[in-house]
């Protein structure tokens, strides 16, 4: 059983992180070691050639990851994120975006996480991304 559910996640948790609200992320499955998360489309995050922007892709994996981390490790504030390296492999085009994040590794100071980015309206891998997280000692 995972350590936080989805709404512990998406009504307290989120809350911490106000980019993520205002760019609508939601957790739509949370199990142990792994989260799934969602970001719809729209023009809060769109490049000029209606396509969802780098910087908001790179918002929903560090915010997907820490999902998947704190399914572990439980409802910490305090896991931050000291690496982050994301491949972009496809233009994502005007689409809501899904998140599937798993965790690799948690040690007793740091966790090592992977998301995989698919645009919701097709199987297609938009971008996948590693991190190392700190947890609080």
């Known amino acids: 059983m995972a350590a936080i559910t989805v709404e512990t996640f998406n009504d307290r948790l989120l809350a ?12 739509t499955a949370i199990r142990r070691g ?11 995050i769109a490049r000029p ?3 969802v922007s ?3 892709m790179m918002t929903l994996a560090d915010v997907a990851l820490w999902a998947a981390i704190l399914s572990l490790a439980g409802p910490l504030e305090m896991v931050v994120t000291t ?3 994301v491949s972009f492999l ?13 965790v690799l590794k948690l040690g007793r100071r740091l966790a090592v996480a992977a998301v995989e980015l698919i645009a919701a309206d097709g199987d297609d891998l938009i ?3 590693t991190a190392t997280y700190a947890l609080p000692t």
């Open 34 to 44: 792994a989260a799934r998360l969602e970001m719809p489309y729209g023009p809060h």
């Open 49 to 51: 050639v209606d396509t």
């Open 127 to 129: 971008a996948h991304a």
């Open 16 to 27: 911490k992180v106000p980019l993520a609200t205002y760019m609508n992320i939601r957790a």
């Open 54 to 56: 780098g910087p908001a």
């Open 83 to 85: 690496n982050l390296n």
């Open 90 to 102: 496809k233009k994502a085009g005007a689409a809501d975006i899904v998140a599937e994040a798993r």
